[in-house]
């Protein structure tokens, strides 16, 4: 299934293949810039979740299920095999 919508002559979304907003991904440089925007803004996306709170929440819980427990955080624990 993935790969017939992948193969069809407009893209997933009625944009042509390898076009991304404005930007044609055919022209080298294009896509040699668009690469690192994308990989920025996912390291960004990723750095803000982990020190928010919930990231914080959940290094917690890794470290300490018993503490954040005692801490008030709902922790559920997965049984252990």
């Given at each position: 299934m993935?790969?017939?919508?992948?193969l069809r002559p407009r893209g997933l979304f009625g944009r042509a293949?390898?076009?991304l907003l404005l930007w044609s991904m055919?022209?080298?440089?294009?896509?040699?810039?668009?690469v690192p925007l994308v990989f920025a803004v996912a390291?960004?996306?990723l750095y803000l979740v982990v020190h928010?709170?919930?990231g914080y929440t959940l290094l917690?819980?890794?470290?300490?299920?018993?503490?954040?427990?005692c801490?008030?955080?709902?922790?559920l624990s997965a049984p252990r095999s």
């Open positions: 993935a790969i017939i919508l992948a293949l390898g076009e055919h022209i080298l440089a294009n896509f040699f810039t668009a390291v960004a996306a928010s709170p919930f917690g819980i890794r470290e300490s299920e018993a503490c954040m427990d801490l008030g955080y709902m922790v």
